[in-house]
């Protein structure tokens, strides 16, 4: 059974950081593209950024391409998300998702298969 486990959301201030970690388990982590999305009040989810199962390429939104890396251990099982520089428009629930085709660097939702519940992240101006 299939389980993304996300934490390190909550409120911090513009210009501050925070981490976000997501924990998987119930299928082979090394193998798949890992990627998070988010989702603001009254707006579509939207991709975020994503790395390819061996971490060595990653893709950002332009929206927060230089302010956020996203990262991952696969001998933990886990992939993060570190958010710095953070503005109110970062304010969003945030989502880990898991996709097959570990090298392809795919930004649409349907490519994957699994995701987390998503923590909130507020940020205050």
């Known amino acids: 059974q299939v389980h993304l486990g996300e934490s390190g959301g909550g409120l911090v201030q513009a210009g501050g950081s925070l981490r976000l970690s997501c924990q998987a388990s119930g299928f082979t982590f090394s193998s798949y593209r890992m990627a998070w999305f988010r989702q603001a009040p009254g707006k579509a989810r939207e991709f975020v950024a994503v790395i390819a199962w061996s971490g060595g390429s990653t893709r950002y939104a332009d929206s927060v391409k230089g302010r956020f890396t996203i990262s991952r251990d696969n001998a933990e099982n886990t992939l993060y998300l570190q958010m710095n520089s953070l503005k109110p428009e970062d304010t969003a629930v945030y989502y880990c998702?898991?996709?097959?085709?570990?090298?392809?660097?795919?930004?649409?939702?349907?490519?994957?298969?699994?995701w987390g519940q998503g923590p909130q992240v507020i940020v205050s101006s």
């Open positions: 998702a898991a996709g097959a085709g570990g090298s392809y660097l795919s930004i649409l939702e349907y490519q994957y298969s699994d």
